[in-house]
């Protein structure tokens, strides 16, 4: 027997009143998923703990098992794993994105966030940026007095390091939180600490204001990477083991280096695809082929992770969300099925949305989420389409830690 996770990040949401009322999901043309979920097991979880701020962080951690209350220290030093970057004893870690921030000569605190992702830059233009920003000498100086150094990851996501960082009522919010609101509101806060980091973004605002790679990122129509922004900070963390809880070997296949990180440090192995972007044009055959190719060569258990509809709601574009959800559909899920029947091989394939991510507010939510497992020697018989409405009338999972348990359960 076999065991598949495919989580479509955010592709769950609430009635869209462009939808006629209906959700992404429910719009979406998706004849394969819906075809299963008629002969699966079809319900509803609680993913995001009520004591947490909902996130793909605290959601896919409850989903792999381990229970956020217990284990989530902070998101960055997941995202580091997942880079292969280690966090020291006596260290913190931040996210780092590379952020796109209103032009001109307003006060730092009075600028807009026009984008938390700098128009989801390329890897090389942000590997570029951040790497000038850091050998920058004003910059350096002022890095080095706070004990902040930078890793740097080939996307709009970086991590950076803090020898010595003070959390203790540290805050940050999200930057894809605050689309299109003033910055200052949302400043730092809650210790001397933040107050330091908050002069370090206001430093690198000035100084990529015009460095020339925005200048030709406006040039060419884009949004400039003229900002970054700390968040997720965290300390290290250890997580139970998945091979030995559940006795099951695996991989997770992702673009994300938050999803590589939870399966690394629970003893899975990090499967990277080239042409992997997180983004709704990705290589989702690369994905498929990669999690077949797994699972014919011995892994009892892979994890496909697909974050293109999260990314394309906080980018407000609701027409390549429904697209992206209808991709998974035909090009990671039809082709799925279809080599591990023709190899003879028996499966059990659980999908969810890992959390809510909300057309009318662009952020996360932390309501129940459907989920869907197919077996497929047998027909569970829910004779539903896969929808935020009909997970409803199923069986309701809280915690959702105990959804693994379900997938890899015989009964």
């Given at each position: ?36 979920c008629a002969k699966s097991l079809l319900g509803s979880v609680r993913t995001v703990p009520p004591e947490q701020l909902p996130g793909s962080d605290t959601a896919i951690l409850s989903i792999f098992g381990c229970d956020p209350n217990r284990y989530f220290t902070g998101r960055s030093p997941l995202e ?332």
């Amino acid at each position: 027997m076999k065991y598949v996770l495919l989580i479509g990040d955010g592709m769950a949401d609430n009635p869209v009143p462009e939808l006629n009322q209906k959700t992404p999901l429910e719009a979406a043309r998706k004849p394969h998923m819906d075809a299963l979920c008629a002969k699966s097991l079809l319900g509803s979880v609680r993913t995001v703990p009520p004591e947490q701020l909902p996130g793909s962080d605290t959601a896919i951690l409850s989903i792999f098992g381990c229970d956020p209350n217990r284990y989530f220290t902070g998101r960055s030093p997941l995202e580091a794993a997942g880079s292969g970057i280690s966090i020291q004893p006596g260290d913190v870690s931040y996210r780092c994105n590379m952020v796109a921030l209103e032009d001109g000569d307003k006060p730092f605190g009075e600028k807009k966030m026009l984008s938390h992702s700098a128009g989801s830059i390329d890897g090389e233009d942000s590997m570029a940026v951040i790497s000038w920003l850091f050998d920058n000498e004003e910059f350096r100086s002022a890095a080095d007095a706070v004990g902040m150094r930078i890793a740097p990851t080939p996307s709009f996501r970086h991590i950076a390091i803090q020898t010595g960082g003070d959390l203790k009522g540290f805050h940050a919010t999200p930057p894809h939180d605050i689309l299109g609101r003033e910055i200052g509101p949302y400043a730092l806060c809650g210790n001397e600490n933040a107050g330091k980091l908050w002069k370090l973004m206001e430093l690198a605002n000035r100084l990529l204001e015009h460095h020339p790679c925005n200048e030709r990122r406006r040039a060419e129509g884009k949004l400039p990477a003229n900002g970054i922004w700390f968040w997720a900070e965290g300390s290290a963390v250890k997580l139970p083991n998945f091979v030995e809880h559940y006795g099951k070997n695996g991989s997770v296949i992702s673009a994300v280096p938050l999803v590589h990180g939870i399966g690394a440090l629970v003893g899975l192995k990090m499967v990277h695809v080239e042409g992997a972007t997180g983004e709704t044009e990705t290589n989702y055959e690369g994905k498929t082929q990669a999690a077949v190719d797994c699972l014919l060569a011995g892994d009892d258990f892979v994890c496909i992770h697909v974050e293109a509809p999260d990314e394309a709601t906080h980018n407000g574009k609701l027409d390549e969300k429904i697209l992206s959800i209808e991709y998974i559909d035909r090009r990671v899920l039809a082709p799925l099925t279809e080599k591990l029947n023709s190899a003879g091989v028996e499966y059990r394939i659980l999908i969810l949305s890992d959390h809510k991510t909300l057309t009318d507010t662009r952020t996360h939510d932390g309501d129940p989420v459907p989920f869907m497992i197919y077996d497929s020697r047998k027909d569970q018989g829910s004779g539903l389409a896969y929808t935020e409405a009909n997970g409803l009338k199923g069986p309701f999972v809280e915690p959702g830690t105990q959804l693994m348990s379900l997938l890899f359960s015989e009964s």
